[in-house]
């Protein structure tokens, strides 16, 4: 019995170690980008039982997350533009759920995945560049 009780303390308390590292962790941006993800996984199941109401629902929170300031990561055109076709991709989604067109639906999930993709890679190669320059005033010991 004992031991049971000291094995759900030493289990509760590593659960609590870690939320509380996972919570200090969290920056506004993976806050946002896990938001993102969930809303994804919600259109997913939408598609995979045909709830054409849940693949709308997820697919305008999308769109609303895309418009807020939060969402706009670095200051570049490719950037914007990836945007823009992020927000037309999930409209394009949102009007075909509400067609409960599940063709429609596939396809402009495709594309919203894809524009993900692209839109990463290029956040990652900005700030990879970013890191590849030299500090120019190495002697001040400033820091980028």
């Known amino acids: 019995m004992k031991r049971t009780i000291g094995l759900a ?8 170690l870690a939320t509380t590292e ?3 962790a969290e920056t506004p941006v993976k806050t946002f980008m896990h938001a993102k993800l969930a ?6 199941e939408g598609l995979a039982i ?3 109401d ?4 997820s697919a305008q929170s999308l769109t609303l997350l895309s418009e807020e300031a939060g ?3 670095i200051q570049t055109a490719e950037y914007t533009r990836q945007s823009d076709l992020f927000r037309r991709n999930t409209r394009a989604l949102t009007e075909a759920a509400r067609k409960q067109n599940l063709d429609g639906c596939t396809l402009a999930f495709v594309q919203v995945t894809l524009n993900c993709v692209e839109c990463h890679k290029h956040v990652r190669s900005v700030q990879q560049a970013r890191l590849d320059v030299p500090n120019p005033m190495p002697s001040l010991g400033l820091t980028r």
Do not use: C, P, Y
């Open 9 to 16: 303390v030493v289990l509760g308390m590593g659960m609590l």
């Open 22 to 24: 996972g919570e200090q």
């Open 50 to 52: 045909e709830n054409f």
């Open 71 to 73: 969402w706009r990561v």
């Open 54 to 57: 849940q693949i709308a629902k």
């Open 39 to 44: 809303h994804s996984q919600s259109v997913l």
